[in-house]
């Protein structure tokens, strides 16, 4: 379960409570099950001469937990992890027989809490700042999975073995070779831009088909997809390409890869979503380039359009919403207890006019943040097709940005020239690399992390936006691979380290930060 407008990877939603705590043991126990009786499962967790309903001959367990910490936790069990695990056993066998006892040991590495979260803290003596420097184990972990969805590759593992993460730089070169192993698949950097845009959200969004009954919302976040992997691919101004393009995929096939033409029905109501005729012939040499008067990046891209809509008409206020938190770097308070917030239904009025009621001074007080930000996205209506009228009248795309920046403030009166606005701020550049740091660090930014703000910031100006630049800073940084404990500072306490969820390092003295 995710906050809305949250990564799912933010530590502090994440909790176990009894149920979810019960459920897990359930599905430990089953999955202990399935391993005793698999073919493929090692010899220790396996009956191999006992039928089934009967007790095994013997059960050697110091095997079994060997074999499960490999599977599971990948590392050798402590002396105190195997003597508990083999009075567990025993104490069980003797109560239930050898069939529980061994299902009992297998089900209690599974439940352990470092097989369910990823335990970050730190090894060694605190320095003068009081952190710890996470150990060669947990460090290889924490890289491979900022990365990508797969434990330690063999050089990760065979690095953290022979003293060869300690430093920095040890650490730059891993995180350096990833990043430029084209064989190494690196989910982790599409599905930060999924989740930073929210363009996935399309899914959510209910079309009754009274105008497109058979648009294919999973096509549109494949398309999407395409776009944001092609611009990753050339990770040169990653930003604000994002923002400004108008080369679109249109029709890729699943897995990135160009298909046949589908002439059905669907595929040509699909090609509308686009502005193009139903009689437009589908192209294998792709990205397609779009009139430069209809299209501008991500945030005109018919997925997020959608997203940010509902049944019958454009979600104007939450796309203003999304640009003041995502891209400006601002807030806006939830809507008060006992609001109605609703707007006219009256069909003779364009949404602009039913946004009116928004003018109330009680409500302009939060929807002067949102709303000039949204209406100049009424270029598109809500399937993100673009129009140039509404209701046979001229669409007003009219909006102002008021932020306290000098390169962005000002009024809006042409949706491209908006959105270019926003590509070359520097401002916007620095909320995003803050969003960067969120996601990377699974937690909010603090004062103390201003240096790895600013380095990452550095990083990606100084490499002409490279997105590897900006991810290597990130991963390098001491925000990332220093625990310091909530509670105190020093070293003199001797407190003991903390969890990914602590207070962050301080790197250096504090600077303003970006």
């Keep these: 379960l995710t906050p809305e407008h949250s990564f799912r ?15 897990l043991v359930d599905m430990a126990w089953l999955v202990a099950g399935y391993q005793m009786r698999s073919n493929k499962s090692p010899r220790p967790l396996r009956y191999v001469e006992a039928a089934d309903g009967d007790e095994p001959p013997q059960v050697d367990y110091r095997r079994a937990i060997d074999a499960q910490f490999g599977m599971v936790l990948q590392r050798d069990p402590e002396p105190d992890e195997v003597r508990d695990l083999l009075a567990l056993g025993r104490r069980t066998e003797r109560e239930a027989g050898r069939r529980q006892a061994l299902q009992t040991v297998l089900t209690a590495v599974l439940a352990m809490p470092e097989a369910v979260f990823r335990v970050e803290t730190g090894a060694g003596t605190p320095d003068s700042l009081g952190r ?18 797969d434990p330690p590759d063999a050089t990760l593992r065979a690095a953290a073995a022979e003293g060869k993460l300690a430093t920095t730089d040890d650490v730059r070169r891993e995180v350096t070779r990833l990043l430029g192993d084209e064989s190494t698949d690196k989910p982790r950097l599409l599905r930060f831009f999924r989740e930073y845009f929210e363009y996935t959200r399309r899914q959510e969004v209910f079309k009754d088909g009274r105008i497109r009954k058979h648009y294919i919302p999973e096509q549109l976040v494949e398309d999407a997809d395409a776009l944001v992997l092609s611009v990753l691919a050339d990770d040169r101004d990653v930003l604000k390409r994002l923002l400004t393009t108008n080369e679109y995929f249109i029709n890729i096939c699943p897995g990135g890869k160009i298909g046949t033409n589908r002439p059905d029905r669907r595929q ?27 299209r501008s990046g991500i945030l005109t891209h018919p997925a997020w359009l959608i997203a940010f809509s509902d049944n019958e008409k454009n979600q104007a206020i939450q796309r203003g919403k999304w640009i003041r938190t995502n891209l400006l770097g601002g807030t806006v308070p939830d809507v008060p207890i006992g609001v109605d917030a609703q707007l006219p239904t009256d069909p003779k009025l364009s949404l602009r006019e039913k946004m009116q009621v928004t003018r109330q001074e009680y409500c302009w007080k939060c929807h002067e943040r949102m709303d000039p930000l949204g209406l100049p996205f009424e270029h598109w209506d809500d399937f993100g097709i673009f129009r140039a009228r509404e209701l046979d009248r001229p669409v007003d795309i009219t909006g102002e940005i008021r932020c306290g920046v000098a390169e962005l403030d000002g009024p809006v009166t042409d949706s491209f020239e908006y959105l270019r606005r926003l590509s070359e701020s520097r401002h916007v550049v ?29 990083a990606y100006l100084e490499s002409g936006g490279s997105m590897q630049a900006l991810v290597g800073a990130l991963l390098t940084s001491d925000s990332f691979l220093y625990r310091r404990n909530r509670t105190t500072e020093r070293p003199e306490a001797q407190a003991p380290p903390s969890t990914k969820t602590s207070t962050p390092p301080r790197n250096r003295e504090k600077p303003k930060t970006p």
Excluded: C
């Design 430 to 458: 620095q909320v995003f690399v803050r969003h960067a740091f969120r996601y990377w660090m699974g937690r909010n930014e603090t004062l103390d992390d201003g240096p790895t703000l600013i380095d990452a910031e550095k």
């Design 132 to 149: 710890v420097r996470l150990s060669p184990r947990e460090t290889a972990f924490a890289i491979s999975y900022a990365l990508t969805d």
């Design 268 to 294: 040509k109501w699909y090609y509308e979503l686009f502005n193009l005729s139903r009689e437009w012939t589908w192209q294998s040499e792709q990205p397609i380039k779009l009139p430069a008067a209809e």
């Design 9 to 23: 990877d933010l530590a502090i939603p994440h909790g176990f409570e009894e149920a979810t705590t019960e459920l």
